[in-house]
């Protein structure tokens, strides 16, 4: 896959977002909107018109590169987890630790927006705006999984062409998983081809993005004007109750990062506040964990970790541990179900947490942006929301985003420390 930095995209493909053009369109997009109403019926039909199929031809843009793209990095990540896992004891423990928090964040993502989408709910015309303005982008929603029972027995496929064409997400990232892993049975030759092959067809989906949000700032305009000219003032006020609640969940997870240091790794919490205060400067002001890598190296060093431990389990974190990434992409699906007065069954919701998980188990470092649609979007599947508020929501993405990497970065070091305390009691023993 192609080499993209960390959480927040300074590359190539992060710069293509322009992610300041994309918040500025938006803003401007709402405030027009709210004041076109004061326009002569005809022209505000014109004017909203042109801006619903503008902003409809870019929000398919966006799905449309969804469901191959879920396949190719899913099989792609996990197959290159599974290598790191066989390459050594230290990154066999790393790759078994990322897996369990990334599920355990999945899981504390749903619950926890859950219970402060109850506690601190939209006011009730905040909301009622927002969802009729949402209505008209998009007025189609995936069908409702069906009850406990049957969502289980539909987990595995009986077609996997099927479950694409459908949008069925969640059989088809247990097909991708499995297949990913069978790959660790055949032919050394025969995986690299494989993998080789989704490899390319990633990269050429990723290019897809990278066009598509080229022109984000055109797209959000549009989606931000029809928005704006239905829900008025309410739109921001969505936005910024949206903003707080993700942020909090990114901040909650980061915070959990501290006991587990203490408890699972052995050290004091004075030492490792401290210790952590470098890299997350660096991580706030690059929204990238790959440029906090040789913050976080030296960090290590000053907690005494063994260099043979850091130098493996760190790069390894950086490549493909993303801990805030479930509970935060979780809990946006989440969100919009709230924003639009949907109430999901259990099946939905175990569905959409199982994808979150299964999605972060082979997270590849991508821009923050191309994160957001390619590991938002299974969820939305899954969960039986529309995807087309995540067309507004990327725009603002960028304030939540350094939530995101200053808690990947506690939880990178957090990891490493867990891992070396791991390594030594066998050495001991």
Request: charged letters at 10%; hydrophobic letters at 55%.
């Amino acid at each position: 896959m192609t080499d993209v930095s960390g959480d927040g995209g300074r590359t190539e493909g992060g710069r293509g977002f322009r992610a300041y053009w994309a918040l500025g369109a938006l803003v401007l997009g709402l405030i027009l909107g709210s004041f076109s109403p004061s326009l002569s019926p005809a022209v505000h039909d014109a004017v909203t018109g042109t801006a619903e199929f503008v902003g409809t031809l870019w929000l398919n843009a966006l799905k449309m590169t969804v469901i191959p793209l879920v396949v190719a990095l899913l099989v792609v990540g996990i197959a290159k987890s599974a290598e790191a896992a066989h390459a050594g004891r230290v990154a066999g423990r790393s790759v078994l630790w990322i897996v369990i928090i990334c599920t355990a964040s999945a899981v504390f993502g749903a619950v926890m927006i859950l219970l402060l989408t109850h506690f601190f709910p939209l006011p009730r015309s905040t909301a009622a705006g927002l969802q009729s303005a949402l209505a008209g982008i998009e007025n189609k929603t995936p069908a409702s999984l069906p009850g406990i029972a049957e969502f289980f027995k539909g987990v595995i496929p009986d077609n996997v062409v099927s479950a694409a064409a459908n949008g069925d997400i969640l059989p088809l990232v247990v097909f991708s998983v499995l297949f990913a892993l069978a790959l660790g049975s055949i032919s050394d030759s025969g995986r690299r081809a494989i993998v080789t092959f989704f490899e390319a067809v990633g990269d050429a989906l990723l290019v897809i993005i990278t066009w598509v949000l080229w022109i984000a700032p055109l797209g959000v305009f549009a989606l931000a004007l029809v928005v704006g000219s239905a829900a008025g003032g309410a739109a921001f006020a969505g936005l910024g109750h949206y903003i707080v609640l993700i942020s909090i969940v990114g901040i909650l997870v980061t915070l959990a990062a501290y006991p587990l240091a203490v408890l699972l790794g052995g050290i004091r919490l004075s030492e490792f506040t401290r210790a952590m205060i470098p890299p997350q400067a660096v991580a706030i002001s690059t929204r990238s964990s790959l440029a906090t890598l040789p913050a976080m190296l030296a960090t290590s060093r000053t907690l005494g970790i063994r260099e043979e431990v850091a130098d493996v389990s760190l790069p390894i974190a950086v490549a493909l541990f993303r801990a805030t990434g479930p509970a935060m992409n979780v809990a946006v699906p989440f969100y919009i179900a709230h924003w639009l007065g949907l109430h999901p069954t259990p099946a939905q919701m175990i569905a959409a947490t199982a994808v979150g998980a299964l999605m972060s188990y082979g997270a590849v470092s991508l821009p923050g942006e191309v994160t957001y649609i390619s590991s938002i979007a299974p969820i939305a599947l899954a969960l039986g929301v529309p995807i087309a508020p995540l067309a507004l929501l990327v725009a603002v993405e960028m304030v939540p985003d350094i939530f995101r990497t200053v808690g990947n970065t506690t939880m990178d070091v957090t990891l490493t420390t867990i891992v070396n305390r791991g390594s030594k009691r066998s050495l001991e023993s």
